[in-house]
Structures are given as structure tokens and as C-alpha cells.
């Protein structure tokens, strides 16, 4: 055991840590905290959508692809690799598709749906997003629970972290015409 935090009627055990750091819990909240950067919370009823979509454009992420703005923890708090699919598939956009190609209402779209599916799998158990269980994660080849497609997936982003998405129900967003 690395690291083990506890309190009243709960402890949570972590093995493979690299690194453990700690910091002085009278620093947090200022801007020498170690979780300063991050966004909101999604898993906390309430958070702040409309700080997320300002985080996106302060962070200039223009060029970055859905599925990594997802991952972001500076843009919002909480999205694992997981739900990062999950979401994409659940709005029908292609998780590659660049942040400059996602409107304002789909950006909030997209973080609405990141904290409905975080907070309804809060309680122990297996995660599920739809009914059965997840909708694309770790389901390579078989059949899109919507349309019956076989499931793609791909490594996107500086750690290659697995995608999963379905061409039929996420196509890439249009081309603007060259001219
Ligand atoms: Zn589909």
C-alpha cells in the first residue's frame, strides 16, 4: 500500500501510486494548493457548467480532440477514460472531432451528460451507462446498442489512452467545402 486516505466510514486504499504527495491541508484553497487548477467538480449536484465552457476557451484547446478536452481535468473534474467514450457516444459525436468544431451548445451538451452519467454511478457496483452495462467501452467489434455497427477503437492523445466510439452513430464532423 502507497497511500491510504481516510475518514468516518470510509477508506480508500491505492497500491500503484509512482509518486505520493502530500501537502499541508492548510494550503489548500489558495493558490498554492495542488488541486488549484482544476475545474469543477462534476460529480458534485450543481457544478458549474458555464465555468467549464469558459475553462475550454481560456485553456486555447481549439485544436484538441473531443475525447482529450473530456479528459482535461483543468476544463472539469471528474471524466475518466471511461466516461470519456461514454459521453461522446451518448451525444453522437465523434470523439476526434476538434474543440473548434463543437458549438457552445453541444460543449454544454457534452458536459451536462458527463455529469449525469458520473453522478448516477457514484454508489459501489458495476458502472453503466446505459441498460446492461456500458455502451461502448471495451466493446471492440461488437454491435452499437443503437444501430448494431461494430464498435471501433483507437489510442488518441500525448498517452494513447484507448477510444471507443461507433462510426455510424459519431460520424466525423463535415468538412468545411475547399474553395
Ligand atoms: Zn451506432
Not at 129 to 143: D, E
Request: glycine residues 8%.
Amino acid at each position: 500500500m502507497r497511500a491510504l486516505v481516510a475518514v468516518p466510514g470510509w477508506e480508500a486504499v491505492c497500491f500503484a501510486a509512482p509518486v505520493v504527495r502530500t501537502f499541508p491541508t492548510a494550503r489548500l484553497g489558495t493558490m498554492a494548493s495542488p488541486v488549484a487548477h482544476l475545474g469543477p467538480d462534476l460529480c458534485v449536484p450543481g457544478a458549474d457548467v458555464d465555468a467549464c465552457l469558459d475553462r475550454m476557451e481560456q485553456l486555447g484547446l481549439d485544436d484538441i480532440s473531443l475525447a482529450e478536452v473530456l479528459l482535461d481535468q483543468r476544463v472539469a473534474n471528474g471524466v475518466g477514460n471511461v466516461y470519456k467514450s461514454e459521453v461522446c457516444w451518448a451525444r453522437g459525436v465523434d470523439p476526434a472531432t476538434p474543440l473548434r468544431a463543437v458549438s457552445r451548445e453541444q460543449r454544454r451538451e457534452l458536459i451536462e451528460t458527463s455529469a449525469r452519467l458520473l453522478q448516477a454511478n457514484l454508489g459501489s457496483g458495476p458502472r453503466a451507462t446505459v441498460a446492461g452495462g456500458l455502451a461502448v467501452y471495451g466493446r471492440r467489434n461488437r454491435p452499437c446498442r443503437r444501430c448494431g455497427s461494430p464498435i471501433r477503437s483507437t489510442r488518441q492523445g500525448d498517452q494513447a489512452r484507448v477510444t471507443y466510439w461507433c462510426p455510424t452513430c459519431q460520424p466525423p464532423p463535415a468538412r468545411p467545402p475547399v474553395l
